[in-house]
């Protein structure tokens, strides 16, 4: 062999070796694979740094001789700067592999027959490949695969783009496809009145900050604390609260948790490289700050009116962190706005209160029944023998507890205080809040029971001393509230029916079929209005147990069911509900209210209808009352005169006509006359036309006489 034979044949091996995705091994039989091919599963894939994407290369061929094999190259013809990713390759059976045996190193797939091919025919051959890439940077790569030793040395080339994640987003309710905010009151600053309800616990993080809803309806399905009124003391405070450098803790602490809504990192999942910096402002008496978690928690960091997280600490929390929100020291409500970037992820409000100053109480029901005394069985005894009545007294005023700034003041217990213990016998009774133990909430509202021991009139103070000798918590912003006047009313006696039109007004007078009421109103012993509630049973014959229906003289057209009762035979007019009748509009301190009230349609008779209802309540009978349905006299009246001017309209129309009848005739005749006149002129003329003819006959007669004469 020649020198110059040997550096040819080293040549030949350095471009080989050199030649990167080249092929260069040579088939192993004798045979050339025929018809080859390379498939992908995907030519074009979009993915995200860190996802793991994966394509199935098929190769396949013809096979003429047992063992026949070929390779098929994998080389990174298109790389993005700075990246370090290759792909790799599985060679797991699958169930598209055909005669196949099959092997690969890092870039190199080699696909060999396995079997016995027979002479002058040709074996098909599928080998299948799973090829796996997980990029590290955004921008297209491109992965090239490519037949050696075929007939066809085919190739295909696999485009992965990688592009940006999707962007932060919020949770919609009830959802964790996003970010979630979680609102909750710091660790040590859990207010003693705030119970743990719900999904709402003391010092810990398991709930959303919207409540869980229903998908479709909405409906709240467990409660959030979205549900919930914050509310912290004005004053600082101090203590191992999440304190910071000087000792200051915090009200709340706000868990922030970015997401974009993926949940693998094939769908481009967030990772904590990908954490927005966030910005937290206030509008109103509060400092905030971003931070960490027990021992990420950073005592280094000052609250202020705005804060921008610093790109290191967004770097060290990555996407879950805190935000604290911490009082100024003066009371009020500060709105709190926490964005990532240009994205708002939560607003929300934080009331700081200072000391009670105003009680607003509110009536709910300035008539309630008596309780609690033997006037229980001498009211109305036969009444209350039979009828247990919800209990007006229940909740019967309400107050609001408020600071000087107008916040609302939880954690404080009210109390009820009547100005005439024999009528109302709360003397410093405690009123029932929303908090733990009966307090206020952080709405600062509470509901107060009445006890009445007899009929007549009491006023009621709410307030915060326990005694009229409490100089402590008078000391230290004690309130008491204006007194709201009550009237202890008796039980059911006697009642009063009546009609009137639909909205209630007096009226007895109607037309056939016209709307109205019919009501009924409940009074005590002394005519006065009963306390609000249900009375069951409530029409009744002399026999207390039998039901005794109201009795119409002639049918209702109509008639609408209230709400509170389920009977339907009053529906056609000769019967009425004969059990539960609820005092629909409230009764009054001047003894007014406690009336109940239908919508009916009158009789449709043509004529007049005097309607009588009449019955019993536990033996006593009511009132007549009687409307008269008749058609309307006044509208009656007008078709009555517009008939009389129809009339006279009527008789005037044939009075002209026969003037008119007259004026024809008249015209005729004149005619005629005019008609005789022209034939007698016609003819006077003739005659004298003739006789003219006749007299210069004769003159002409008379002058030949003459004319003979003279001769």
């Not at 298109?78 to 870039?107: E, R």
């Not at 309130?479 to 009546?498: D, H």
Request: proline share 4%; with cysteine; glycine share 8%.
């Amino acid at each position: 062999m020649s020198t110059k034979t040997t550096f040819k044949r080293i040549a030949l091996v350095a471009v080989a070796a050199l030649g990167f995705g080249m092929l260069s091994v040579a088939p192993i039989s004798a045979a050339v694979p025929q018809a080859d091919t390379v498939t992908l599963s995907s030519t074009a894939t979009t993915a995200y740094v860190g996802g793991t994407y994966t394509n199935v290369v098929s190769v396949g061929f013809s096979a003429l001789a047992t063992s026949d094999s070929m390779t098929t190259t994998m080389s990174l013809t298109s790389n993005v700067s700075g990246s370090t990713a290759f792909p790799t390759v599985a060679t797991t059976a699958t169930a598209a592999d055909l005669n196949v045996s099959k092997a690969a190193t890092a870039t190199v797939f080699t696909t060999t027959e396995s079997g016995t091919v027979t002479a002058g025919t040709v074996k098909p051959i599928v080998g299948t490949y799973t090829v796996s890439f997980t990029p590290d940077k955004i921008g297209t790569f491109l992965i090239s695969f490519k037949n050696s030793g075929g007939s066809n040395n085919t190739s295909a080339v696999w485009t992965v783009s990688v592009v940006a994640k999707p962007s932060l987003i919020v949770a919609p309710l009830g959802s964790t496809a996003g970010t979630v905010v979680t609102k909750n009151y710091a660790y040590y600053a859990w207010p003693s009145w705030q119970a743990s309800t719900g999904q709402v616990t003391a010092g810990s993080w398991n709930t959303w900050s919207e409540s869980v809803r229903d998908a479709s309806t909405k409906a709240i399905t467990s409660r959030g604390t979205d549900d919930l009124t914050f509310s912290c003391y004005d004053i600082p405070i101090y203590g191992p609260s999440q304190a910071t450098a000087n000792g200051l803790g915090a009200c709340m602490a706000v868990k922030v948790v970015q997401s974009n809504g993926a949940t693998t990192a094939a769908t481009g999942q967030l990772t904590n490289a990908d954490a927005v910096a966030l910005t937290v402002s206030v509008d109103g008496p509060a400092n905030v700050s971003v931070n960490g978690e027990n021992t990420t928690f950073n005592a280094n960091i000052i609250p202020g009116k705005v804060y921008v997280e610093p790109a290191g600490q967004n770097a060290d929390l990555g996407l879950t962190k805190y935000v604290y929100v911490y009082s100024n020291g003066t009371p009020g409500v500060a709105t709190i706005t926490i964005s990532a970037g240009t994205l708002e992820l939560e607003k929300f409000t934080v009331n700081f209160y200072h000391t009670a100053q105003t009680i607003s109480p509110t009536v709910v029901n300035e008539v309630i029944p008596v309780t609690a005394s033997a006037d229980l069985v001498t009211t109305s005894a036969t009444y209350q023998a039979n009828n247990p009545f919800s209990t007006a007294g229940t909740g019967a005023i309400t107050g609001k507890v408020v600071d000087a700034a107008g916040i609302p003041v939880p954690g404080l217990t009210v109390r009820s205080l009547s100005d005439t213990v024999a009528t109302i016998t709360n003397s410093y009774t405690a009123c029932t809040g929303l908090g733990v133990g009966g307090v206020t909430d952080a709405t600062g509202t509470v509901t107060c029971n009445l006890v009445g021991a007899k009929e007549g009139l009491a006023k009621v103070s709410l307030t915060t001393l326990t005694s009229a000798t409490d100089t402590t918590t008078l000391a230290n912003g004690g309130a008491t509230s204006v007194a709201s006047a009550f009237r202890v009313g008796g039980l059911p006696t006697q009642a009063k029916i009546n009609f009137g039109d639909v909205s209630g007004a007096a009226k007895s007078d109607f037309v056939p079929g016209e709307q109205g009421t019919f009501s009924v109103q409940l009074l005590d012993a002394r005519g006065l209005s009963v306390p609000n509630g249900t009375y069951t049973d409530f029409f009744s014959s002399v026999v207390a147990t039998t039901p005794q229906d109201l009795l119409s003289t002639y049918a209702f057209a109509a008639q609408s069911i209230p709400s509170s009762t389920t009977q339907t035979a009053f529906l056609y007019g000769s019967k009425s509900p004969s059990v539960g009748l609820t005092a629909a509009l409230a009764a009054k301190i001047d003894g007014s209210g406690a009336i109940q009230r239908w919508l009916v349609n009158m009789p449709v008779n043509a004529s007049d209808v005097a309607l009588e209802v009449t019955g019993y309540i536990k033996g006593v009978a009511l009132n007549k009352a009687v409307a008269t349905v008749a058609p309307d006299k006044t509208v009656q009246a007008a078709a009555d005169a517009a008939a009389e001017a129809i009339d006279a309209a009527n008789a005037a129309t044939d009075a002209a006509n026969a003037a008119a009848e007259a004026a024809d005739a008249a015209t005729a005749a004149a005619q005629d006359a005019a008609d005789a006149v022209a034939a007698l002129s016609t003819s006077v003329s003739a005659m004298i036309n003739a006789l003219k003819k006749q007299i210069t006959s004769l003159t002409n007669l008379v002058i030949k006489i003459q004319k003979k004469v003279k001769a």
